[in-house]
């Protein structure tokens, strides 16, 4: 499943160009991760809760055009990567018009709260990710 | 009329003691006012296209509860005072078990665009504006 | 003492309206209150680390002037309130020109990090914070 | 030459996990690209003024090791390509400890202020940034 994602543009999300700033975009990429993780009944907290952090260790985003304040902006996401100690998600930002404005991916790393090494998944939890995994999503070969 | 805005807390928006940072309430409480204005049927990108600013003059918020990630928010507000050239709005934040757990105001100038000086509101808008008045919405005396 | 902090504005600070955002100046009035402390010899990072949080409890800000993208903006901040529990700092931000920009208070609650509850403050703490203690700084009365 | 610029962490930066949320490095290296283009003479204020833009087309930053709240954070940064009608700047960021704690890069399109069009740079303005190349300061192969 390809997880949809929708924001509206907030006043302080804009900069002096009259667009939303660049680092906006890996905000709602995390916003749109939260929802996708609470689709898969997996909630963010509950991991966190369980002991297993996500932390983000890569990120890149392409720009190829503005999204406007008021915009309705849909993000769909879906999981590109994923084995026993890494994850990786792919996002594509579309404007009302259904034009693509922004891509790019997010990397992350299963990650021990007490220990704060980095740790194997539980496979049941592996699973749940697994009706997300869509190779074939990635934005940036 | 009093609006009703919900959101959905942002990890990027807790700090390091586990909560919603206190400065990101105005910006919540700036996205619960365009989608009053919305619904008022006179967005705020409509207001900037015909000339008028309203920029804030004033803000404050009272902390008694603290907001967590992945919290559904609910944000209340309406016009509490407005005259031809200033404008008034209060803030009830929500969590989901209906807890107040912040209360605020912000100030706003009618200014024109051009002149950026304080102008006199067309007495359309002023109506507009009407249908949301409640000065006993008013959170902090 | 009134203390002094320099802030640079950056571009994400800024929004469509072309000015600093009015939820920025929050945060640099939390950054002027962090050095304050560390001038004071106890840094902010010593105190959660000895069991003893701020949360904020209350913001007001009154904006006069705004401020733009690369301007050398002055934070002056001084303690107006203290008591075993409470603590209240006003500010005054300048720019380069020395006009008044923006002005106002947070106030404080002592807090345990363990408890989540009100305590009150060690005396020693408290000494450190009366050598910033100055009520005609007082911004907002 | 490559730019030096310093930031300390600010306590609005970190996020639930303790540490600074990643949507902040793109936020600082913007920041050490406002200085050092002051270094260079021609401050993006001035840019923009004399009808250049320069909008973000593309970020990717790799996070190795946390920074946290008070850290004095140093962002090294250098042009890495240039031509007469983009840019590319590599940003290392290290803490107190010399310790490289994230690595990244932005690409920028020389644009129109009013065209919104990709435009060829003045050689003067390439000139100034020239004093800045450094290929071999590449974080991101």
Redesign the interface.
């Known amino acids: 499943m390809i997880h949809s994602f929708e924001v509206?543009v907030?006043?302080?999300e804009?900069?002096?160009?009259?667009?939303v700033?660049?680092?906006?975009y890996?905000?709602w990429a995390?916003?749109a991760r939260?929802?996708l993780m609470?689709a898969m009944d997996y909630?963010?907290?509950e991991v966190e809760k369980s002991g297993i952090?996500l932390?983000?260790?890569?990120?890149?985003?392409?720009?190829k055009k503005?999204t406007?304040?008021?915009d309705i902006v849909t993000i769909n996401c879906a999981v590109t990567h994923l084995d026993n100690r890494r994850l990786k998600l792919d996002y594509s930002v579309k404007n009302k018009e259904g034009e693509v404005c922004v891509i790019g991916y997010t990397k992350h790393l299963f990650m021990g709260v007490e220990t704060r090494a980095s740790m194997r998944i539980p496979s049941a939890v592996l699973d749940k990710f697994k009706s997300f995994y869509h190779p074939e999503f990635t934005q940036i070969p």
């Open positions: 509206i907030r006043y302080a804009t900069d002096m160009m009259g667009i700033h660049h680092s906006v890996p905000i995390e916003a939260t929802d609470k909630s963010y907290t952090m932390p983000v260790t890569e990120i890149r985003f392409i720009y503005p406007f304040y008021e």
